[in-house]
């Protein structure tokens, strides 16, 4: 394989300094063992940034853009750097949403994994017609939907990459050959997975001689993966959607104990997908996600809507004058409680209809622009009131019927995001999944297959109504991942790039760095760490070990049941400023922000 020069000496310098102190970087970050670094700054730059979940995938990202390479040559640089160095959580054997800004105008690319033309109705359904335990249903073939990730990056490579693709895997093709350190993250996950040690190639790959799991700095290798990246680098992505790396895809899905649908011929005709991407304004913004089978940008511009409408009613309520208060705890600061309490409201309201209409729009006409428009928004905002409503029902917009039963299966999702802003001002958000941890823990070629179809409602109907979100073959499962862009809509500039892993939980995080960004005017770093709150339409889940005594009381008080609870976001932010790019990364996780 040979590379360009300017690439070479890129990847000379990620060899001999980057990978160098980013493995040197993770093992002495005493906070990451409780789960919160302190004492981190936004990262400044004048001319481009990369911000992702591990400090090699950074430093993979940064160095394709030093050689003159496009946002999305930096984003497939940094998804197989992912794919070998986070395998919980992302990897070429899972999905991903794209949205690309090339300065006039967003694209938005679905690969999200589809669903075998094999499967029924009641794939997760036992033979007393109860829904499957989610672990019985997660591990193994059963699960497994067709990858998209490659599919989608080669989309957009092909529409606004500027190296060439074979170039952009370099930096992980010699990692996987070299080796790299042990990360806290990984190892953490690796010991709390009891089903590593049942998959023989997962334990070969995760744990030692004697099956413990692989200690913090301990090298691992994966010349499986550096091979199955060299033919894809060599060949394009249609190498992995048939021939061998195709067959022994299907080969382990299909002879596992637990054994799933996929077949060579669903590799063969599955396609990424372009949709229109979902842009609504907030105050001073536009707003830009994906639109479904995410739920992702929907839920996030209801959110805002309705608490943009509550403002207008109830002028006390503008959250910019709201700011987040000091506390004792590592972040420092805390929302305020009455910012708590309108946005929880708010995300009750917006998670109902989400369960109510939100799926596959190719499957289920799903109504978008009714979900979203300022009447009904102000119609939904009309119900916060001074005490929590615990549980909302969803809307009926104009036009719409309720056909549908909701989906009452929780999202369980082991996920990434990663954002880009390249020489030329073009930028990237994108969130990347395997579903659940390790994905369905199905080992081929040196990457982890997904889980995703477990994200489908376990149940088809229920009291005569169908569910949307209802297994169906070559349907794309809902998603709760939320890769936001955000522009200016006075002048139309770019103003910011964020995402976060999550699960259904993702939504929640998107909506608290956006206010934390436009409302408080926070810097990117204080955004990512500003403490985790929401609802998902259940209790009013406060990030346990941060949010204060004072402000649970206040919430209490006002009616909410509240639950605190582990909240470990993953949010990447890279937002404009006088000078350039700021960037920051979440202290909850082992992310980092490089730029020049």
């Known amino acids: 394989m040979t590379f360009s020069k300017p690439l070479l000496v890129a990847l000379w310098l990620l060899a001999a300094s980057g990978a160098t102190k980013a493995d040197q970087a993770l093992p002495v970050a005493p906070e990451l063992a409780s789960g919160y670094r302190t004492g981190l700054q936004p990262v400044h730059a004048s001319r481009h940034m990369v911000a992702a979940a591990n400090p090699l995938a950074s430093e993979a990202g940064r160095a394709i853009l030093r050689a003159g390479g496009s946002a999305i040559d930096a984003a497939i640089a940094m998804q197989m750097v992912l794919t070998l160095v986070e395998p919980q959580s992302s990897g070429i054997g899972g999905g991903a949403f794209i949205l690309y800004w090339d300065g006039e105008r967003v694209q938005a690319f679905d690969g999200r994994e589809a669903a075998p033309a094999g499967v029924t109705e009641q794939l997760f359904l036992q033979a007393d017609g109860e829904p499957m ?120 899905v299909r002879s596992h104990a637990n054994p799933g649908y996929l077949s060579l011929q669903d590799l063969q005709l599955y396609q990424a997908r372009e949709r229109e991407p979902v842009c609504g304004p907030y105050k001073a913004w536009q707003i830009c996600g994906v639109p479904p089978p995410s ?35 590592p972040a420092g600061i805390e929302a305020a409680p009455m910012a708590v309490h309108l946005v929880a409201e708010a995300e009750r309201l917006a998670y109902a209809d989400r369960a109510q209409y939100l799926a596959d729009s190719d499957y289920v006409p799903v109504p978008v622009k009714a979900l ?187 009616g909410h049941e509240v639950t605190p609870m582990t909240m470990t976001s993953g949010m990447q932010i890279i937002q404009r400023t006088a000078d350039g790019w700021a960037g920051g990364a979440d202290p909850r996780r082992e992310g980092v922000a490089l730029g020049d």
Not at 307 to 329: F, I, M, N
């Open 372 to 558: 979203t428009h300022p009447a009904y928004l102000a119609s939904r905002a009309a119900l916060i009131g001074a005490h929590s409503m615990r549980r909302a029902r969803p809307g009926q917009p104009p036009g719409v019927d309720l056909a549908l039963a909701p989906d009452r299966s929780p999202l369980r999702i082991s996920t990434s995001h990663l954002s880009a802003v390249d020489d030329s001002g073009h930028a990237l958000a994108m969130t990347t999944s395997v579903e659940a941890a390790f994905g369905a823990h199905v080992m081929v070629r040196g990457f982890l297959l997904n889980n995703t179809l477990t994200d489908f409602s376990f149940i088809a109907q229920e009291r005569g109504r169908p569910v949307a979100n209802r297994v169906q073959p070559g349907k794309r499962p809902l998603s709760a991942m939320a890769p936001t862009l955000v522009f200016s809509r006075a002048s139309g500039e770019l103003v910011a790039s964020l995402g976060s892993p999550g699960g259904s939980q993702i939504i929640g995080y998107v909506n608290k760095a956006l206010l934390g960004l436009l409302d408080w005017q926070l810097d990117p770093q204080q955004a990512a760490g500003l403490p985790n709150f929401g609802s998902r339409n259940a209790g009013t889940e406060v990030e346990a070990g941060l949010a204060s005594p004072a402000l649970v009381r206040q919430l209490a008080a006002w």
């Open 295 to 329: 739920s992702g940008g929907v839920t996030v511009l209801q959110t805002l809507g309705i608490l943009e409408a509550a403002q207008r009613a109830v002028p006390a309520h503008d959250l910019a004058g709201l700011r987040p208060q000091p506390t004792s705890s």
């Open 133 to 252: 335990p989610f672990r019985q249903a997660q591990i193994g073939g059963r699960s497994v939907g067709v990858p998209g990730v490659l599919r989608a990056l080669q989309v957009a490579h092909q529409r606004y990459g500027k190296l060439p693709w074979r170039d952009l895997f370099a930096p992980a093709i010699a990692l996987a050959r070299s080796g790299f350190a042990v990360s806290p993250r990984l190892h953490t996950l690796i010991a709390g997975d009891p089903f590593i040690a049942q998959s023989p190639a997962m334990a070969r790959y995760f744990l030692d001689e004697q099956g413990r799991p692989l200690p913090v700095g301990a090298t691992l290798r994966n010349p499986a993966l550096a091979q199955t990246l060299e033919l894809i680098a060599a060949h394009g992505a249609d190498v992995f959607y048939s021939g061998e790396i195709a067959q022994a895809i299907v080969t382990q």
